[in-house]
């Protein structure tokens, strides 16, 4: 009896042991922790040694070297070779933002296959899809992706006129990458006065910060922030979350007709109002005076953040939705 006692005890064990083991294969496995070591973020400024000629824009008659801080000179042309990418670039390991530092300052977006920080090795031939990615956005004469304007007298002014624009590279290599330029006697309407733009770019996050600041005062009266993202889709889609209001555009955008997402993420405090404009889908805030802060983001078919469709890309944008650090 006491060997019929045992091994019916051992069978027992036995079909215990093949249960809790069935059952814990058909749970789901928490997905391991992200390897934060692979989160960077690079500011990169490169130019020529030489001064800016604007008789031969394109002139290439060296190397290119890191600034650290540079004063934009004056007569500094569109689509000139004398800076690389034709102003800084903010790079993390998700995508790259490159701001143009002439006169149009807008934004632009590279979009990335590869998570290594490539921006400062990449070339001239940044149209082309490569192994690294890619230019993916034709802004012609539009606002881009999230570029500042101002909005007076029911018309939107780019910061293109100033008396002074110095660019500084505030945080080169770090978790959050930044570029703060400086405007002094930007010119708007018959108005001038001085503002501080802060740009910013969180390793891990496909969305950047830019922070306006108004230099000893307010902005003149009747004038208002605004922004927005190229309109080279008409239907936007514009929703709450939080105390935010995002908005944004999916489908068949980018440089090569590839299908892309481009969005704001706006704080409601700041009043956002959508007002017409022809080249951009454009925002005016219409509470904030001396400063004020926005983000705007992208996401690439083809990249590493790995968007395929609008409703992923609502998702990635409702995760922006957060009070800024």
Known sequence: MKKNHTRNFLLILFLIGLFVGCQSNTEPTASPPADKSEEKAQAILLT??????????????????ARQRLIVPQNLEPQNKWVMFEGPVLENDLI??????????????????V?????????????????????ILKV???????SPAIWYQDSLYALSEYDKKIVEVTSPNAETASVRTTLTGLKVGDQ?????????????????????????????????????????LEDLTAERENNFLYAFTWGEQSYHNENMGMGLVMNLDDQPEKVPNIWSHTYVF???????????????????????????????????CKPLQ
């Open 96 to 113: 790259a933002y490159r701001f143009y530092m002439d006169s149009r300052h807008r934004n632009d977006i590279y979009g990335k296959r």
């Open 140 to 146: 012609n004469q539009s606002l881009g992706i999230g």
């Open 48 to 65: 020529q040694t030489g001064e800016f000629d604007p008789n031969d824009k394109t002139k290439i008659s060296g190397d290119y070297v």
């Open 286 to 320: 219409k509470n904030p005076r001396s400063e004020m802060s926005y983000q705007f983001l992208a996401a690439w078919e083809r990249d590493v953040i790995g968007v395929k469709d609008a409703g992923a890309f609502e998702n990635l944008i409702q995760q922006a």
């Open 115 to 135: 998570k290594d920080l490539v921006m400062d090795t990449v070339g001239w031939q940044y149209h082309d899809i490569m192994d690294w990615g890619s230019d």
């Open 192 to 232: 001038k006065f001085d503002l501080i733009q802060n740009w910013s770019l969180r390793a891990g996050e496909p969305w950047s910060t830019i922070r306006l600041e108004v230099v000893d005062g307010q902005l003149p009266e009747g004038m208002y922030f605004a922004t927005g993202i190229v309109k080279h």
